[in-house]
């Protein structure tokens, strides 16, 4: 069983900064792929960012250009930096890793992001 959990977030105001990271348990180097999701009330999960234990990385339109999916190798984690955040950013933001052999998927628990003045 691979664990998955997220840390960070928090109240964050527009136009602020925050990192949320994303630790695994299991082998990052064996997953196919890394993805942020985040929800809003009402709203189905949608993928934020998605990244592959190859390093390739895809955004939602939304976010392009301020949210960045990265690997950290020495801390077996998946972050995602978030820039010039926006109240529409607001929102339960989920890890997700998917292995091939299986397939198999685990979700960390949720993280909640408000962006607010």
């Known amino acids: 069983q691979v664990r998955v959990m997220e840390s960070g977030g928090g109240l964050v105001q527009p136009g602020e900064s925050t990192t949320l990271s994303c630790a695994v348990s299991?082998?990052?180097?064996?997953?196919?792929?890394m993805t942020w999701y985040r929800q809003t009330p009402g709203n189905q999960r949608e993928a934020v960012a998605v990244?592959?234990?190859?390093?390739?990385?895809h955004y939602l339109d939304s976010v392009k250009g301020r949210f960045t999916i990265s690997i950290d190798n020495a801390k077996n984690a998946v972050l995602l930096q978030m820039d010039n955040l926006k109240p529409e950013d607001t929102a339960v933001y989920y890890c997700?890793?998917?292995?091939?052999?299986?397939?198999?998927?685990?979700w960390g628990q949720g993280i909640q992001v408000t962006v607010s003045p």
């Open positions: 299991g082998s990052i180097s064996s997953a196919h792929t």
């Open positions: 990244i592959t234990s190859g390093g390739s990385a």
């Open positions: 997700n890793i998917h292995y091939p052999i299986g397939p198999q998927q685990y």
